[in-house]
């Protein structure tokens, strides 16, 4: 039934045709609903425990969303240029999403002089910084002497040679504008002064949107085209058909239609991890294809090649026999390379969320297309002068080149040294694990970028100039119930936010921090005459609030709350290694309740920290990920080969690469990132998939003859080309990736073809070394197993065994055909092996008086060979195929081996087998005591009992 | 402050002619302002009690209490003084503003947690206590202003003159004649009663960056139309300054001129000036006072 709905493309052509017409329509036409994401929302988790707290401060203290212009020039703080500095200032002031611009115009400047102590009067200068772009030479004067007396200026706004600045911009998004929006009305204003400078330019959340974006619609225009050409090229060398090459090109395009119409009605936006979509689809999805191909090609072979046969009938009767023998693989591959992607869905980041769920919608959608569609194409215009080509499946001596190269690596390794083949695997796993136990994390949306690029360059100018661009909060609430009305007027409370400063800056990790700590100890120096040991904290309460009218609020609006309950650090740094900057958050968050002690609670929050603390659960969302994906592929292996031995053999070359990534990732310093954390789970989905492919050739193979380790030979020399093929056109296709202008999908795809190869290697010397020592029978075999069951139901073998039971020991045993005439045993030669017929008819030969003479008949049901089974003997008898014949041989040698795979079908055997000697034997009692009762019957006595 | 809002404007008044039978539509933007501020700058002697409200963007409100302190010399020196009484912290912390005939104002505070008296200095934007407000928003410097009459207007059923205000600077000045980048001041002055209810003011490139607006505006006994309640709206920063005045005396006797005079470091840290509820003040009231109505009466 399952053979039947695949075919149903094949069979049901139109109608094939007008289901996937019409589904291709209603997936593309949404199409026009697909959003572009690239905002740091989705590198937060949505459950995010900070989350509330962090609208809440941003709200109360302001965003720390800020767009750093960045101006440098020589001469910049000159008349003419402070003149432009000023106009671009005001230009930047009118953009409608500018909240508040922060520069030298904005920043208060309190300046005393003759202020000394003693109660004399001096002179408190307080105002911004400029007043404007100063006319003459004298205000230029002053305000350079404001500039230079300002404590919070040089490395935070301006630089300590004076020649670049700093213009911050808060922007105001309550979901009007896009990063893309923002950014563009940003470089609108400064491309009018870009002349009037050395550099000017603009970093912040808009540009690394705006860049994403821009890079994420680059990569899909790159990449997707070149994934094809390697597609195409790799399978024209392979296979040598054109044809081969264009259903793979076709299914790819249709499945990344509707995969983004679907995205697009589910409202899944587009980002940058979606980028490699079209290229996963057309790499992942043409493994399949080919494998197809290749069993068409096969089909094509194996069926009639007379000249009288039309075309259609061989296409398909090709496309029948290749979808009977990769139905179940093509099952399972679909299932388990989706559940790769799907496994990423219990991670915690909305970008990966969204694209594991993309990505198996992609899956899903390639393997409904390609197993509708291709048994259609191939029906309707497969090539039918291919056979021959063996792009798959071929026989051992007909692999030649880079498969060939594999087939004698193994003769040459793992057939001659399985044990030192192993023992290499497991120290270089070993040294592997120990390579990457340190990797470092990362979800700096800069770090998608590749250094080279201008925006990465950009803000290291500015970190080197001035400071990071990165902001977070340290929010300390007072308690106002048991403690004093407006706290952070109390001179003790403000003090704590230096003491929590200084700690700051003993770490080292950080570029600046400003506070109202800050702030009070600036107007108390200049209140003091600028003496630079009055730059402190003011002594007491009411002076500290007298201070403090001669801010606006606007200036400390960033450091303390109107009613003076809370108080904020702002930090700025340029951290990019998630671990370093979780170490140093940690250890604040440690020391800070000593420094406030209880009656204060103390708050670390900023976007920034955010992403980065969710980089950190990319671990453990890896692990999650890994941990579901092993544990359901290890159900469903167990199932299909209806042993838990044989779901962890088949894991076991999926899990060596990945341990060589991490090794590899350790040893190349790459990141653990929101790209390279899903590497692991899709190639786990991938490799199995080659696994699943060898076993299933193992256990065919297994079934036609009792040499295991031959099978394993033949099984590495079938699967040999279409492995080769389709794991180098992986790593191909992966490779592609390296091209991308986001590393973290360069890495992706690197990490990717890396494991790809690694897989290659695992199942091509590590599976067949396992495999040679296990026997496993798959489920679908066992159900699909097509059986005479009268003649079992009758035979004795089978008796007190369930037809289950029945199909697995027919499975575990050897299917042997004879054509009319073969000898099936041969007299005086040694024989451990019993026979059941199956099918077709034996005729039993013994010489009675030197005269070859048919002793015996036997048909479906009977059994023979019994005795060898148990007891090595000579054969008295010729045994022969009276017509076709199809037996079960059961060696005695294969199920002792078997015994331990399969201990109750075994033993079950063995038992009915007993009890068929037994009754043998009890026969052969009664016909002796015939033979002493009528001795004239002596001679029929033997005609009666042939065997041996 | 309110009061200083009208009687400032007296300084610079040059002597002008307003005859009844003047045709409105003959006026000029100039006849128009020096008449507006010829009108309303009356007592010289005011003291007012005020509540002062300052809202930042997020709409949080601080609140303030003082004293002002308003008067005229002979010489036509103006003298203000504010002194705060809360929040508690502050109490005691006093501005003083002396406004010299020849244009010049010397701005002083007194910080009583340092028990020392501060000249502000020149280089400061004028921004006065955490308020959007500057002294200069209370000048109106005729001899210094170019005025040009704009189409009159009616908001609400009311009708108003327009007038713009432009500094008068020398050649190579500032473009913007205030701290803070004003470059243009548009005045709108109410038709009946001849009072500045509004004055917009606008940056260099034309944009409006604050809004002066006076409300309560009430006729006193004197003849005067004074305004209960100020209100600056600083656009740029969405940021405001209400003050209301809550009494008004006006009496010689309670802002005498050693009201006026701030301590020089040796007086400890009381609140400079004497409240009005002293003896002086009743004795004050007693003479030559008239408490207006604050709460009641609305332009």
Known sequence: ?948 | MIRLACILLFLCIPSVSWAEDTQLSDLSGRDIVTEAVHRHAGFPYVYEEQTMVLRDDAGNKNVRKLRQYFRIEPDRTVRILMAFDYPREVRGLSLSFVLRPDGKIDTRFYMPALDRVMISGADGDGHFLGTDFTIADFIEPLGHTIYKRQPDQTMEKVDYFVVDAYANHPAGGRTSDKPGGVHRRRHFVRKDILFIVRTDYFDGAGRLIRQFSRHEIRKTDRDLWLANMLFMENLQLDHATLIKVDRRILSEELVRPEVFILPEGDSGKEAVVQDPESGSADHALENDTQETNTDTTKG
Not at chain 1, 205 to 219: G, P, S, W
Not at chain 1, 668 to 692: E, R, Y
Request: net charge neutral; with cysteine.
């Open chain 1, 1 to 948: 039934m399952f053979l039947n709905f695949l075919m149903t493309g094949a069979r049901h052509r139109a109608l094939t045709l007008f289901l996937l017409f019409a589904l291709t329509w209603a997936a593309g036409s949404g199409l026009t609903r697909l959003q572009v994401d690239t905002g740091f929302d989705s590198l937060v988790p949505e459950d995010h425990p900070d989350r509330r707290l962090y609208q809440q401060v941003i709200r109360e203290f302001g965003s720390d969303d800020r767009i750093i212009v960045y101006v440098a020039d020589d001469a910049l703080l000159t008349l003419e240029k402070l003149t432009f500095l000023e106009q671009l200032h005001n230009g930047l002031e009118d953009l409608s999403f500018a909240r508040h611009v922060e520069d030298i115009f904005t920043i208060r400047s309190i300046r005393g002089s003759g202020t000394g102590s003693g109660g004399s009067s001096g002179r408190i200068d307080s105002g911004m910084v400029m007043n404007g772009a100063p006319q003459t030479q004298s205000e230029l004067d002053r305000a350079l002497e404001r500039i230079r007396n300002h404590p919070f200026l040089a490395g935070n706004l301006i630089s300590d040679d004076g020649k670049s600045l700093a213009i911050m911009v808060s922007a105001f998004n309550d979901g009007t504008y896009t990063g893309g929006d923002i950014n563009r009305e940003m470089e609108a204003v400064l491309s009018q002064y870009r002349t009037r400078f050395t550099r000017l330019f603009q970093v912040g959340e808009a540009r690394v949107n705006a860049e994403l974006t821009a890079v994420l619609f680059k990569d899909l225009r790159l990449l997707a085209p070149l994934s094809a050409i390697i597609l195409v090229l790799s399978i024209l060398i392979f296979m040598r058909c054109g044809f081969a090459a264009l259903v793979p090109l076709f299914t790819s395009l249709l499945s990344i239609l509707w995969t983004f119409g679907i995205m697009g009605w589910l409202s899944i936006p587009l980002n940058i991890l979606s980028a490699m979509l079209p290229s996963l689809i057309v790499v992942i999805g043409s493994t399949e294809d080919t494998h197809m191909m290749a069993a068409y090609i096969q089909g094509l072979d194996n069926e009639d090649q007379s000249p009288g046969t039309v075309p259609s009938k061989r296409r398909y009767t090709a496309t029948r026999s290749m979808m009977y023998h990769l139905a179940v693989p093509l099952l399972l591959t679909l299932v388990t390379t989706a559940m790769g992607f799907a496994a990423n869905m219990v991670n915690t980041l909305g970008m990966i969320r969204e694209f594991a769920l993309a990505a198996t919608i992609a899956v899903l959608a390639n393997g409904f297309i390609t197993m509708t569609l291709v048994p259609l194409a191939l029906a309707v215009m497969g090539p039918v002068n291919a056979a021959g080509r063996r792009a798959g499946g071929g026989k051992a001596e007909d692999v030649t080149g880079l498969p060939g190269l594999f087939v004698r690596l193994f003769i040459s390794t793992g057939k001659r040294f399985p044990g030192a083949v192993l023992l290499s695997t497991a120290l270089l796993c070993m040294a592997s694990l120990y390579a990457g136990k340190d990797l470092s994390i990362t979800n700096d949306p800069l770090s998608y970028f590749r250094k080279d690029q201008p925006l990465v360059q950009d803000v290291m100018t500015i970190h080197t100039h001035l400071a990071g661009m990165k902001f977070f909060y340290i929010i300390l609430t007072a308690d106002t119930e048991t403690g004093e009305d407006r706290p952070f007027l109390v001179p003790d409370n403000i003090r704590k936010l230096s003491e929590i400063q200084n700690f700051m800056e003993k770490q080292g990790g950080f570029d600046a921090s400003l506070s109202l700590a800050d702030q009070l100890a600036f107007v108390n120096r200049e209140f003091n005459n600028g003496d630079s040991n009055a730059f402190k904290v003011p002594a007491t309460r009411e002076l500290t609030a007298q201070y403090l009218t001669f801010f606006h609020r606007r200036d400390i609006k960033n450091y303390v709350s109107h009613d003076m309950t809370r108080a904020c650090i702002v930090v700025r740094h340029q951290i990019a290694d998630a671990s370093r900057l979780n170490a140093y958050i940690s250890e604040l968050a440690a020391v800070i309740p000593d420094i406030t002690g209880s009656a204060m609670r103390a708050d670390i929050v900023g976007e920034n920290l955010m992403i980065n603390a969710a980089a950190q659960e990319l671990v453990a969302a890896q692990a999650g990920s890994l941990i579901l994906l092993v544990g359901v592929i290890f159900i469903i292996t167990s199932v299909m080969f209806t042993s838990f031995r044989g779901g962890v053999v088949a894991l076991i070359p999926c899990l060596i690469p990945v341990v060589l990534m991490f090794g590899t990732m350790g040893l190349l310093g790459i990141s653990l990132n929101p790209g390279t954390a899903m590497v692991a789970v899709i190639s786990i989905g991938i490799a199995i998939d080659g696994t699943l492919h060898l076993f299933a050739r193992y256990n065919a193979l297994c079934r036609r003859t009792s040499d295991y380790d031959s099978a394993v030979l033949e099984t590495v020399r079938q699967e040999a080309v279409p492995m080769v093929t389709t794991s180098l056109a992986l790593a191909l296709g992966f490779g592609i990736l390296l091209f991308s202008d986001f590393t973290i999908i360069a890495q992706f795809g690197a990490l990717a073809a890396v494991t790809m190869i690694a897989a290659l290697f695992a199942n091509l010397f590590i599976t067949p070394i396992i495999m040679s020592k296990v026997r496993l029978v798959g489920l679908y075999e066992i159900l699909a197993l097509k059986m005479r069951r009268d003649v079992l139901d009758k035979s004795s073998l089978f008796q007190g065994m369930t037809h289950y039971q029945i199909r697995k020991a027919i499975l575990i045993s050897e299917l042997n055909s004879f054509k009319q005439g073969d000898m099936l045993i041969e007299r005086g030669t040694m024989g451990t092996s019993m026979y059941l017929i199956l099918s077709g008819r034996v005729k039993v030969f013994r010489k009675v008086k030197g005269e070859e003479r048919c002793v015996a008949e036997m048909g479906p049901g009977e059994i023979f060979g019994e005795i060898g089974f148990v007891r090595k003997i000579r054969r008295t008898a010729d045994v022969r195929a009276a017509e076709s014949l199809e037996v079960l041989r059961f060696d005695y040698n294969k199920l002792e081996e078997d015994l331990k795979f399969f201990p109750y079908i075994v033993s079950k055997l063995n038992f009915n087998i007993s009890r068929i000697l037994g009754e043998r034997l009890a026969e052969t009692n009664n016909a002796l005591d015939d033979l002493l009762d009528h001795s004239e019957t002596k001679g029929q006595l033997l005609h009666d009992h042939p065997r041996e």
